[in-house]
C-alpha cells in the first residue's frame, strides 16, 4: 500500500483492493439531510430530494423511481450535474494523488549502476497537494411527500406520480391525494401574481392549463386505483379496458360490484371527475363538460410509464461514478 496518499476533504482514505486503490466521495445535503436527484429521463430530468436516511432502501433494490415521470432506472443514474462534478474531481484527485505517490514509491532505493552507459535521476517532488472538491447548495425545499407505504420522504417540484421507492407499487391512493391536495394551491397560485401578470397568464391559457395538468394526474390516479382495487378483490381481469373511461369505469364497477363508485362523491367531485371525461361519453352520474379528452389522451401515457420502464431503462450512463460507492483508481 503505498503511503501518504492525500486527498481533500469529502473523501475517504485510500484502501487498497488487489490492484485497485479505492475512496469515497461525500454527497452534501441540505440542513434537514436531503440531496439532490435528477431524473436521467431526457424528456423529463426532473429535480427532486431524498434523505440520506432512507437512501439505503435504493441501494438495497438498486432501483429508484422518478416522482415525477415515473421512469424506474439504476439509482447511481440519478446524480445531479453538480454530483457528477464533484465526483469527477474525486476521481481526477484519486488518481493524481496515486500515481504521484506510486512514482516516488518506484523510484524509492532506486541507484543507476555507474559505467551501465545509462544515467537516471528522478527527484522527488513535493507529495502531491490536494484540490479542493467542488461544492454546492440544493434547491430550497417547497413541498414534502410522505408515501403512506413505508413512510419514505421526497422533497418534490412537480406533480407527484410515483414514489421513489415504491415505484409502480405507490399505493395509487396516495397518488391521487396528492393531486387532489395540490390543485387548489396551483390554481390560488396564480391569485398571488400581480394583476398584470396574472392577466397575461390568463389570456395565454394558463388556468385551464394549470387545471389540466394537476386533473390529469388525479384521473391517471383514479385509474390506477380502481384497477388495483378490482384485481386486488380478486374480480378476474377485463378483457376491454375499462379503466379509461369514468363511465366505463362505472359501468363495470357496477358489473363487478353492484354500485356506483361515484356514488359518495359531492356535486363538486362529480364535476371534477365529469371534467376529464371525453366530450359525449358521460353517464347519468356524472354532468356533461365538453371540455377535454384528458382521460383517454393524456392520462394513459404517464400513467403506465412507471410500470412499463421496470428494469428496462437503466440507460447507458452506468459509468457514471457513484456518490457513495467507492471511486477507483488502478495502477496497473
Ligand atoms: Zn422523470
Ligand atoms: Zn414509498
Redesign the pocket.
Known sequence: MPDRITLPDGMSDPRRHGSEITSSVSIPSDEDGFFGRE?P?QD?L?YFKLHGDEYHLAKQTGLLS?P??G?RANHETFMTPEQVQRSNAAMRELAQATAHQLLRDAFKGFKSRPGSGVSLTFKPGPPHRPRPLPTYVERETVRTFTCPAGGHRAVIYDRLVACPYCGPDTPPRAVLDDNLAVLPHLLGSLEHLPAKDKAEVKALGGEPAIAERTLTGAVAAIQSSAKDLHAGIGKPVTVWNPWQSPTRLAQQWQASFGADPFAGLTPEEHNVVALASPAGTSSSTMAARPMSGIWRSQATPWLWAGRSATGRRSSGTSSMPSPSWPTSSSPE
Open positions: 431524473c429521463e423529463c426532473a422518478c415525477s415521470c421512469i
